[in-house]
C-alpha cells in the first residue's frame, strides 16, 4: 500500500530551528512536495525535491533521500507566522500525489 | 478571478438532500482535482480529471460525482448527502505535467450534513 508518515504535532520556540520530517512507502516516485496550510486556510505550496539533496529557499529549506523513502522540512529562524500544519505530498507512478496527515507546529514565544 | 474559486464557502445540509459544490479556475490548467480534509487525516482525492471531458475515480469516490465540460469548472455533487461526508472541501488545479504536478488549491467548501 502506499503511506506517509509524518509526526502529529511539534512545539518549538520563536527565533529557533525546527525540522519535520516525512517518510513515505509509494508506488512509483514524481517528486516530494511540501505544503503549509494555517488553520482555515487552504494548503499553499512551499518546496519541491526529485533529486536526492538539499534545496533552499529562504528560511525554508527541503531535503530528500529517495533510497530511503525520507525528506525532511527545515524551518530556521522561527517566526510566529509559521504556526502551521506542514503537509507532505508525494507523486505516485499514475502522478497522482499521495498526502501525508500533515504536522501541526506550534511556535512558542 | 485569479486563481481558484469555490462556491459556497460553507454550508449546512439536511441527509438526503442533493448537493454541488462548484470550483472554477482561470490559470488553464489541464488537471483539476477534488478533495476531502477530515481531522487527522491527510487529504483525500476523492474525484479528479486531467484533461476537459474526462474524469477518473480517486481514494475515496463512493457517494459523489464529477463532470468537467470545460478547461475552467469542475463541479462535485453530492447525490443524497449523508452525516459521514461533513468534511472540508478543496478543489485544486495543476498544469497536469508529467514530472512536476504542483497543484492550487481553492479556500474550499466547510460543509456539515445533519
Known amino acids: 500500500g502506499q503511506n506517509i508518515d509524518q509526526p502529529t504535532e511539534m512545539t518549538a520556540t520563536e527565533g529557533a530551528i525546527v525540522q519535520i520530517n516525512c517518510t513515505y512507502q509509494?508506488?512509483?516516485?514524481?517528486?516530494l512536495f511540501w505544503y503549509q496550510q494555517h488553520a482555515g486556510e487552504a494548503p499553499t505550496f512551499l518546496s519541491y525535491?526529485?533529486l536526492d539533496g538539499l534545496e533552499e529557499k529562504g528560511r525554508f529549506s527541503s531535503f530528500l533521500s529517495r533510497s530511503k523513502g525520507y525528506s525532511y522540512l527545515l524551518l530556521k529562524e522561527l517566526q510566529m507566522k509559521d504556526s502551521a500544519s506542514y503537509l507532505c505530498?508525494?507523486?505516485?507512478?499514475?502522478?497522482?500525489?499521495?498526502w501525508g496527515a500533515g504536522t501541526k507546529l506550534i511556535i512558542k514565544p | 478571478i485569479a486563481g481558484i474559486t469555490q462556491a459556497p464557502t460553507s454550508q449546512i445540509l439536511a441527509a438526503g438532500r442533493r448537493m454541488t459544490l462548484r470550483c472554477t479556475q482561470d490559470?488553464?490548467?489541464?488537471?483539476m482535482y477534488w478533495y476531502r480534509q477530515d481531522l487527522g487525516l491527510g487529504l483525500r482525492l476523492i474525484h479528479y480529471?486531467?484533461?476537459?471531458?474526462?474524469?477518473g475515480k480517486g481514494e475515496v469516490p463512493d457517494g459523489y460525482s464529477v463532470s468537467r465540460a470545460n478547461t475552467d469548472d469542475f463541479p462535485l455533487t453530492l447525490a443524497s448527502a449523508v452525516p459521514s461526508q461533513t468534511s472540508v472541501y478543496f478543489c485544486?488545479?495543476?498544469?497536469?505535467?508529467?514530472?512536476?504536478?504542483?497543484?492550487?488549491f481553492g479556500p474550499g467548501t466547510r460543509l456539515t450534513v445533519l
Open positions: 509509494t508506488s512509483g516516485f514524481n517528486g
Open positions: 490559470m488553464r490548467h489541464n488537471a
Open positions: 480529471s486531467n484533461t476537459a471531458g474526462t474524469t
Open positions: 485544486a488545479s495543476s498544469d497536469g505535467g508529467a514530472d512536476y504536478n504542483e497543484q492550487f
Open positions: 525535491n526529485v
Open positions: 505530498a508525494v507523486g505516485d507512478s499514475n502522478y497522482q500525489l499521495i
